[in-house]
């Protein structure tokens, strides 16, 4: 809050006044500071409020350049900045992904996309997919053979049972 401030001589006498925006722009006026050698534009507290004690300059880390840090966790210059560095952690994770694998069915060496990708194409993954249908079929067919061996010895039990 700024109010109009009278500025009165020894003898109290009035010499001047500031009106409410001269007092504004006195209090933060954009000013250039030349820190390490550069040139750096921001806004600076003429009456060095505690805005003006805090003030750090970090460097963005994505584009190098020197800002005033504004939040307590901002480590980049601006928005755009941001971003950039959003989508290049991004690509970097899904490189890192992207590596050398060989296919399990032709043994051709390929690119996987994801981690957990074993075949090189559709044309091997299906063809792992029919085998391990083949694989459960057969498992399944045995695991009947053996419930249907147990119920026949379970029936002939009994009907030794009754028989006797
Ligand atoms: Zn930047
Ligand atoms: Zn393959």
Same mark, same amino acid.
Do not use: A, D, G, P
């Given at each position: 809050m700024f109010y109009e401030v009278r500025v009165y001589d020894g003898n109290g006498k009035l010499k001047k006044t500031i009106s409410e925006e001269a007092l504004h722009e006195r209090h933060w006026r954009p000013e250039s500071v030349v820190q390490d050698g550069k040139v750096i534009p921001h806004l600076v507290a003429e009456n060095g409020s505690h805005k003006d004690r805090k003030r750090v300059y970090l460097h963005c880390k994505q584009c190098k350049k020197e800002f005033m840090k504004? #939040?307590?966790? !901002?480590?980049? &210059?601006?928005q755009d900045c941001n971003e950039k560095a959003k989508y290049e952690r991004l690509a970097k994770t899904r490189s890192s992904v992207s590596k050398e694998a060989k296919c399990v069915e032709c043994g051709n060496v390929f690119i996987s996309?994801? #981690?957990? !990708?074993?075949? &090189?194409s559709d044309t091997c993954r299906r063809r792992g997919n029919r085998r391990s249908c083949k694989i459960s079929a057969a498992r399944y067919n045995e695991k009947r053979k053996i419930e249907q061996a147990i119920r026949n010895a379970k029936s002939e039990a009994n009907n030794e049972q009754s028989n006797g």
């Open positions: 504004l #939040s307590f966790n !901002q480590i980049y &210059c601006s996309k994801r #981690s957990n !990708q074993k075949r &090189c």
